[in-house]
């Protein structure tokens, strides 16, 4: 019910539609805020990851923000671009693919950018698309691990000397070549960056190819809590100053491709609080839902109480919170501070949801989330103090 609902803030909300199931709450200018600082100061190309987070309210804010270019990992991702946006260009960046989406790809949705880490997988492109100028090849390349929620290096990419070999392959078929990494997800060190920036100079120099593009991929960090990196600004003086030094002939077009740094800030999520026992809550929303990041890579939300117009207490508790399933995993990794009177009923607003949430729910035991609305209100932060703000909005609330 009530898609598309529009409210000035997630009090509101709650008051009007007092919940039972999650709610996804967008923040439309958050998404537009975080596409304009990509756009305005990374010294490149910019593309939209869209596995972290393919829902039509963010793709739609994204390609009004000006963002024209999106990575894509499956034919599905690739027909919701081209099927919404006429004019925007997908990058098939999967290092594994199947014939049939190579073909479909090149043959329906005319992409050319194709990432590859393997000759085998060079050989399916070659095979399916005709190779040839039109083609651009992009290798993968493995780079050194830093600190990182998500490493990806030890699933794809190749070694410096496989991807010299690759590059020479793909230019002797006469595709356009390109290299690519990703450093791995809230990659909290941009050290990281300059590391494997070094790799890729040790390719460009041992293939003695022409790199027509060269993508850092994603891992842009977002603010959780306890998780504070460096404003992305610095990530991206530190990439320029780095790629400036490459022997590139200056043709060559630099890329990235963040999810989670556009796009976290662009959704809250309001649960509810189904039963208290002692320190333990059990609320409406879980790790088999939005929250396996939770529980696979650790990362803490902003939580806020929410209970219109009443009363919280001051005083702050532990508590430990339970998902809706039967299943014992269903459990978050760390306990939460919230009012010491948090009660059956009452809502609990969850920050910075917007990457890897509903992208990646399943629907185990008949819970899943489908309400989603906007909110004018801006994102709750990491570093809103707990009860400050909680009382202050109940003063508003009871003022009016
Ligand atoms: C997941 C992924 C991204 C996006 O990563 P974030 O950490 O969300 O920025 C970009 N590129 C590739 C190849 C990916 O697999």
Known sequence: MSNNSHFEDVETMVAAMKPGYPVYCWRPAELKKNAELFLNNFPGRVLYAVKCNPHLTVLNAFYEA????????????????????SDADCYFMHPVKSRSAILSAHDVYRVDHYVIDHEAELKKIIEVTGGGDGQVVIVRLATPQFDAAFALADKFGATPDEAVELLRKASAEGCQTGLAFHVGSQCRDKQAFVEALKVVREVIEKADVNIHYLDVGGGFPAHYVDDNPEPLERYFETIKQ?????????????????????????????????????????????????????????????????????????????????????????????????????????????GMMGAYSNSMTTKFNGFFAETYVTVDAPMLRPEEPLNKTVAKKVEVEAAE
């Open 66 to 85: 000006g963002i024209r270019h999106f990575d894509t990992a499956s034919l599905a991702e690739i027909a919701t671009i081209r099927d919404n946006f």
């Open 242 to 350: 780095e790629v400036q030094k490459l022997p590139l002939r200056g043709d060559t077009v630099l890329m990235c491709e963040p999810g989670r740094s556009l796009v976290a800030s662009g959704a809250s999520i309001v649960v509810q609080v189904h039963l208290r026992k002692g320190n333990q809550l059990y609320i409406n929303d879980g790790v088999y839902h939005n929250f396996s990041e939770a529980l696979v890579a650790k990362i803490k939300f902003p939580m806020k109480l929410i209970r219109p117009n009443q009363k919280v207490s001051n005083k702050t508790d532990m508590f430990k919170i339970y998902g809706p399933t039967c299943d014992c995993t269903d459990v978050f990794p760390y306990e939460v501070e919230l009012p010491d009177d948090v009660d059956e009923g009452d809502w609990i607003e969850i």
